[in-house]
C-alpha cells in the first residue's frame, strides 16, 4: 500500500510567519505535488517535482515555494504566510512507471488544514 | 471555459438505488481519466480509472468514456449510505499531472 503522510493535520500560524509543510512518501515514488484545495474552487496544483532537487510551478505559485532534497520528502514552504494562504494542503505522489492509467494515478497524502490568522 | 466541468450538487438518490456522476471536459487530447472519492474533512482516494472507449466496470462502480463526446461518467450500483461523499474527476494528457473538476456531492438517503 502507498502510504503519504503530511507532518501535521491542523496548523495555526499568524500573518507573516514562515511556514513549512512536509509530505514523506515510503513508495519510491518520482513525482510529487502539492494542491491546495478550497470550496468552490477545486484542487489547485502548487507545485510539484519529477525528481530529486527538480521543481516545477504549477497553477498558482505564487506566494509558495518548495524543496525536494531527498526523493521521499517533499516539502511546502509559505515565505511569508498571509490569511488568503487558509486552506486544505494535499499532498501526492506518482510513479511514471507501469501501464496507462497506473502511471498517473496520484496518491494522496491526510492533508493539512492551515489557518492564518 | 473550464477544463473539467462537474455539476456541484448535492445530487440525491435513495438508497438501494442507481446514482449517476457526470463530468465534461474541453480538450480532446485528454488521455487517461480518473474518479476520485473525498469524504468530508478527508483526502481523495482513488475509486478507478479508465482511458478506453466504453465501460470499466470494479464492483458496483462503472465508469463510462465517450471520447467523441468528451464525456466521462461514474455509476454506483446499490448506493450505501457510506457513498455519500464527494467525487472528483480527474484527467490527464499523457503526463503526469492531473487536472480535477472541483467535484459532485452524492447523498445517499435512507
Known amino acids: 500500500d502507498v502510504k503519504v503522510t503530511q507532518s501535521s493535520r491542523y496548523l495555526v500560524k499568524r500573518t507573516g510567519e514562515k511556514v513549512f509543510l512536509e509530505c514523506v512518501q515510503d513508495?519510491?515514488?518520482?513525482?510529487m505535488f502539492w494542491y491546495r484545495q478550497d470550496p468552490g474552487l477545486g484542487l489547485r496544483l502548487i507545485y510539484f517535482?519529477?525528481?530529486?532537487?527538480?521543481?516545477e510551478k504549477g497553477d498558482i505559485p505564487e506566494g509558495y515555494s518548495v524543496s525536494r532534497e531527498k526523493k521521499e520528502r517533499f516539502s511546502l514552504i509559505l515565505e511569508s504566510a498571509s490569511t488568503n494562504q487558509t486552506s486544505m494542503y494535499l499532498c501526492?505522489?506518482?510513479?511514471?512507471?507501469?501501464?496507462?492509467?497506473?502511471?498517473?494515478?496520484?496518491?494522496f497524502g491526510p492533508g493539512t488544514r492551515l489557518l492564518v490568522l | 471555459q473550464k477544463e473539467v466541468e462537474q455539476n456541484s450538487g448535492p445530487l440525491s438518490v435513495p438508497e438501494g438505488a442507481i446514482a449517476s456522476l457526470n463530468c465534461t471536459y474541453s480538450?480532446?487530447?485528454?488521455?487517461?481519466f480518473f474518479w476520485y472519492r473525498q469524504y468530508s474533512g478527508k483526502s481523495p482516494e482513488l475509486i478507478m480509472f479508465?482511458?478506453?472507449?466504453g465501460d470499466k466496470e470494479d464492483g458496483r462502480f462503472t465508469a463510462q468514456l465517450n471520447k467523441a463526446s468528451q464525456y466521462v461518467s461514474l455509476l454506483i450500483r446499490d448506493s450505501q449510505p457510506s457513498d455519500s461523499a464527494t467525487y472528483l474527476c480527474?484527467?490527464?494528457?499523457?503526463?503526469?499531472?492531473?487536472?480535477f473538476g472541483t467535484g459532485t456531492q452524492l447523498k445517499v438517503e435512507l
Open positions: 480538450d480532446r487530447g485528454s488521455q487517461s
Open positions: 517535482s519529477y525528481d530529486v532537487k527538480m521543481k
Open positions: 501526492a505522489s506518482s510513479t511514471p512507471g507501469g501501464s496507462i492509467g497506473r502511471r498517473e494515478t496520484q496518491y
Open positions: 513508495m519510491d515514488h518520482e513525482n
Open positions: 480527474a484527467l490527464t494528457g499523457g503526463g503526469n499531472k492531473l487536472t
Open positions: 479508465i482511458y478506453s472507449n
